[in-house]
């Protein structure tokens, strides 16, 4: 067994098990081996029986005294019970429903045995105790806790994950100088802690060592991508255009100094003879997409095709149009390329990418298919990167020679941490909106006021207005007690909302029906959008005024803000209403940092506080970072030593360095020549 062997030839995996793991997105044996827990439980090992603590997790020793007679109970369970005793004391174990539990016990044999702790009146009860064999009674038990999904227990990975430690040699892989320097435990020692662990002081030496390896590799990454591109960004000089002159007396509106300001800067980058490689944020609503289109405009007028990808159909539709609208005067062809385009347009619209017919083209994810090819394909613009994987970039930017990249995100990341998450790229900041923009007003009610909010939501839509109402789930679940898109939409149509025409909508809804609906909405035809946070990011309805989001706590801030975001975009008075459970003093706090700012760089910054980066940002939604037990903001302690020692190795001489170091650059070449992220 090696750590690239597949899942299935391991001993106790068949087929169907096999398929089960790969859904957890275990393939192989290190797949499995950097499945970490998520969480630990730690048992208490008693010699006396009168140490146990109500609700705690024990593992006793004892005998049976006496197994007693099953009880039906009037709930319709049955209660079996089994007197256990360690000398003098005496104490129960009890199971519900579970009859044959009590066959694995014999009268006057000895147990040790492992279950949860219940006192009650100075009575003392193990529920659902089980046997445990092959163990000591000399320490506290540490049992890790994995992230389960369906048909796969806890057990299962526990007893697999130890096999698999058994039969494996795991080589170190940081340099020698490093795991001295800070005394590191080995990889293998830490690997086995992390799964099994000693003790609690072996743990954490095992994640601080996993960690540190997790964040040195990432800074490698990105020092050595900036190694490689000094060599490799030779880039299309484009010219300014002289028909921008035309364009900017055209537009809709004037542009704000940060929109002005933020034009110019990719204007002399594309000036330049090198790549642009550049991240645009800006708050939601600042007015990211017009200078997409006037930058894209100018490539064009050079002769060259540029694409804009964007993370869902609604959003690429959307820019679509926007762009049409503000180019109309030029002439120019531009094409959208999306899941819901006709499999006959797709091919022409393909052809005409391929033979350079097409100017601008906007698109899903279709834009990187395989067979999607351009003639001379000369910049790209991502919109919402955080929404795309890395991998899923590199294949865009692949599409063309040179190509001019530019991202553009409303996630705002503070400065310290874009350079050592994005060291590679050139910043660019929006930082005002629009003039005569209107403070959305914000305000918290609990749950149980929702039919006075609605209340006020049909208010608005009387005067012409239209409103969202945000859920965070699309059915319900019977164990969480929260809002569900199709609960809701049945709920109002019978009863608050009878005489108005309301809508639905969520990610998996079928794209044809997704777009109906979302055309509905822009029209005026649907007056209220019941949705998932398919909503979330650029769509843009000036005529909606009221945001309803139903369980606010369960969003993170800054993702509420970016729901906050929808409404308020038109001439009109707005509000954002977050239904939450307010009787909790730290749900009313988080709120409340919403209510007293519309700085998206300020609410990320509370948000971090109380949620780690990699949540925020969705770098460890994206396996490609490698970090999985690594946080940015959390551990950025260990961040700045590991970019240090990064930086040590690359400048080092030492043969085995130099080895470690191309081993790295050749994983680079071969993925991409412009991976920008992570
Ligand atoms: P975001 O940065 O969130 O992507 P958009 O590009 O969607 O923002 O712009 C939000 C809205 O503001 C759009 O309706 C757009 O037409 C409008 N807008 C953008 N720039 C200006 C401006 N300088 N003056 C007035 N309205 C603007
Ligand atoms: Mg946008």
Same mark, same amino acid.
């Given at each position: 067994m090696n750590t690239y062997s597949d899942i299935k030839y391991i001993k106790g995996v068949g087929p169907k098990m096999a398929e089960n793991l790969n859904k957890c997105g275990i393939f192989n044996v290190l797949d499995l081996l950097l499945y970490f827990p998520r969480d630990y439980e730690n048992i208490s090992v008693h010699?006396?029986?009168?140490e146990c603590m109500d609700g705690e997790k024990v593992i006793v020793e004892c005998s049976v005294l006496n197994i007693l007679r099953d009880i039906r109970l009037k709930n319709n369970k049955t209660l079996s019970t089994i007197v256990f005793c360690q000398g003098d004391n005496k104490f129960k174990g009890k199971w519900f429903?579970?009859?044959?539990?009590?066959?694995s016990f014999k009268i006057s044999s000895k147990y040790i045995i492992t279950g949860k702790v219940n006192i009650f009146k100075n009575e003392i009860t193990i529920m659902n105790p089980k046997i445990v064999k092959?163990?000591?009674?000399?320490t506290n038990k540490i049992i890790a806790k994995y992230p389960i999904k369906k048909n796969v227990t806890n057990n299962f990975f526990n007893k697999i994950i130890s096999d698999v430690l058994c039969n494996i040699e795991i080589v170190d892989n940081l340099p020698e100088w490093i795991v001295k320097k800070y005394c590191f435990c080995s990889l293998s020692d830490a690997t086995h802690n992390i799964h099994s662990p000693k003790n609690i002081e072996l743990l954490n030496k095992s994640k601080k060592r996993l960690k540190f390896q997790e964040l040195f590799t990432y800074s490698l990454k990105i020092l050595m991508l900036k190694e490689f591109m000094k060599d490799h960004n030779a880039g299309i000089q484009f010219k300014i255009a002289p028909e921008l002159i035309v364009l900017k007396q055209q537009l809709p509106f004037e542009l704000t100094k940060a929109q002005s300001k933020v034009v110019r800067e990719i204007l002399i980058d594309q000036k330049r003879d090198k790549a642009m490689n550049r991240l645009l944020q800006g708050d939601?609503?600042?007015?990211k997409t017009i200078v997409a289109i006037i930058t894209m405009f100018n490539v064009v007028k050079n002769g060259y095709q540029a694409a804009l990808m964007a993370p869902t159909e609604i959003l690429a539709k959307q820019h679509y149009e926007e762009i049409q609208n503000v180019l109309k005067n030029f002439s120019l062809n531009i094409q959208i390329l999306s899941g819901s385009t006709t499999p006959k347009n797709k091919q022409l619209i393909k052809q005409e990418l391929k033979n350079g017919v097409i100017d601008i083209v906007v698109g899903t994810?279709?834009?990187?298919?395989?067979?999607?090819?351009?003639?001379?394909?000369?910049m790209i613009v991502t919109d919402e990167?955080?929404?795309?994987?890395v991998s899923q970039r590199n294949r865009f930017s692949n599409k063309g020679k040179n190509i001019d990249i530019l991202v553009m995100t409303a996630t705002p990341i503070p400065r310290t941490l874009s350079l050592y998450l994005y060291g590679d790229l050139d910043v660019s900041i929006i930082d005002e909106l629009p003039p005569g923009r209107q403070k959305i007003d914000t305000s918290y009610e609990s749950m149980g006021s929702s039919s006075k909010v609605y209340e006020f939501a049909i208010k608005e839509i009387m005067k012409g207005r239209q409103v969202y109402i945000v859920c965070p789930l699309v059915v319900e679940n019977e164990e969480m007690k929260l809002s569900s898109v199709e609960m809701l939409y049945e709920k109002l149509k019978k009863g608050q909302f009878k005489f108005i025409e309301i809508g639905m909508i969520y990610g998996k809804m079928p794209s044809k029906l997704k777009n109906e609906i979302m055309d509905k909405f822009k029209s005026g035809e649907i007056k209220a959008l019941i949705s998932t946070?398919?909503?979330?990011?650029g769509v843009n309805v000036p005529n909606a005024t009221v945001m309803i989001i139903e369980n606010?706590?369960?969003?993170?801030l800054a993702q509420l803000h970016q729901l906050r975001?929808?409404?308020?975009? !038109?001439?009109y008075k707005s509000y954002c209403i977050l239904l939450a459970n307010i009787k909790n003093k730290i749900v009313r706090r988080r709120l409340e940092v919403l209510i007293k700012s519309n700085d998206g760089f300020y609410i990320a910054e509370e948000d971090l506080k109380t949620r780690g980066a990699g949540e925020l940002f969705g770098i460890k939604q994206h396996?490609?970072? !490698?970090?999985?037990?690594?946080d940015v903001i959390e551990d950025i302690d260990i961040l700045k030593l590991a970019n240090k020692e990064a930086k040590q190795l690359i400048q080092s001489d030492n043969i085995e360095d130099m080895r470690l170091k191309d081993e790295i650059i050749e994983k680079i070449e071969k993925s991409s020549s412009y991976i920008c992220f992570n």
């Open positions: 010699k006396s029986v009168l429903n579970q009859m044959y539990a009590k066959n092959n163990t000591s009674m000399d939601v609503g600042s007015g994810h279709a834009l990187i298919e395989d067979n999607v090819e351009f003639n001379n394909l000369g990167q955080h929404r795309f994987g946070t398919v909503i979330e990011v606010s706590e369960r969003f993170g975001g929808r409404v308020g975009r !038109g001439q396996g490609e970072s !490698g970090l999985i037990l690594a």
